[in-house]
């Protein structure tokens, strides 16, 4: 910012000068301000089911975040274009994670899963994210580097599960999240209703670059 000093008898030219500061102090300004939004609004995708996921068997590991049908809620990276699952490639998140990098990821599952005939008493349904890494030496082509999880049990009543789970996760650029559904209801199938959410939030880097 420069402070020119005109001659106090020249009144144009401190009209003028006093318009340039401020215009120079603006622009400080808007730039500590993009800085601190910067630093508070972290990249963030969220993606909501718009479709029942049925037939849903038991004693299988279902992959909601690949089988069900998504719509993005929210997205304000870069690099978040068109909807669903395709925002983001065929796995899920893992071009988030190739866009934004390494660093610390904050991810959740939310869902209902309901019987879609007889309950059987007290059987489980568990709700699990994934941390997955490419890894060309694996049988699947991936590795499980972390997984958190719920393990809820339901009587014979038929309301359904809720469950709402968050995991933080330090990945690394093309790692994936996936999210998994089971349970052992042998007397008829799951259902995931519409409306499940699934999201990831970049927290932090994982370094800070100084030029010195």
Same mark, same amino acid.
């Given at each position: 910012?420069? &402070?020119?000093?005109? @001659?106090? /008898?020249?009144?144009?030219?401190?009209?003028?000068?006093?318009?340039?500061?401020?215009?120079?102090?603006?622009?400080?300004? =808007?730039? @500590?301000?993009?800085?601190?939004?910067?630093?508070?609004?972290?990249?963030?995708?969220?993606? %909501?089911?718009?479709?029942? &996921?049925?037939?849903? !068997?038991?004693?299988?590991?279902?992959?909601? /975040?690949?089988?069900?049908?998504?719509?993005? %809620?929210?997205?304000?990276?870069?690099?978040? @274009? /068109?909807?669903?699952?395709?925002?983001?490639?065929?796995?899920?998140?893992?071009?988030?994670? @190739?866009?934004?990098?390494?660093?610390?990821?904050?991810?959740?599952?939310?869902?209902?899963?309901?019987?879609?005939?007889?309950?059987?008493?007290?059987?489980?349904?568990?709700?699990?994210?994934?941390? &997955?890494?490419?890894?060309?030496?694996?049988?699947?082509?991936? =590795?499980?580097?972390?997984?958190?999880?719920?393990?809820?049990?339901? !009587?014979? %009543?038929?309301?359904?599960?809720?469950? !709402?789970?968050?995991?933080?996760?330090?990945?690394?650029?093309?790692?994936?999240?996936?999210? +998994?559904?089971?349970?052992?209801?042998?007397?008829?199938?799951?259902?995931?209703?519409?409306?499940?959410?699934?999201?990831?939030?970049?927290?932090?880097? !994982?370094? +800070?670059?100084?030029?010195?």
């Amino acid at each position: 910012m420069s &402070l020119d000093c005109p @001659s106090p /008898g020249n009144l144009a030219a401190i009209a003028k000068q006093l318009h340039e500061t401020a215009q120079q102090a603006e622009d400080q300004i =808007r730039a @500590s301000e993009e800085t601190m939004r910067a630093a508070v609004n972290r990249p963030t995708v969220i993606l %909501t089911s718009t479709a029942p &996921l049925t037939g849903l !068997s038991n004693g299988v590991q279902n992959d909601i /975040g690949l089988s069900a049908t998504w719509a993005t %809620t929210f997205d304000n990276t870069s690099g978040g @274009s /068109g909807s669903g699952t395709g925002a983001f490639g065929p796995q899920n998140f893992g071009a988030f994670t @190739s866009l934004l990098g390494e660093g610390l990821y904050e991810v959740g599952f939310c869902a209902t899963a309901v019987a879609s005939g007889v309950v059987n008493d007290n059987t489980n349904r568990q709700f699990l994210i994934q941390h &997955l890494r490419p890894d060309p030496t694996a049988f699947t082509g991936e =590795r499980e580097i972390q997984t958190v999880g719920l393990l809820v049990f339901e !009587s014979n %009543t038929g309301v359904g599960s809720e469950v !709402s789970i968050v995991g933080e996760f330090r990945a690394r650029e093309g790692d994936r999240f996936a999210f +998994l559904f089971s349970h052992d209801n042998t007397g008829s199938s799951m259902t995931i209703n519409t409306g499940a959410i699934i999201w990831a939030n970049k927290v932090s880097d !994982s370094d +800070l670059t100084q030029v010195v």
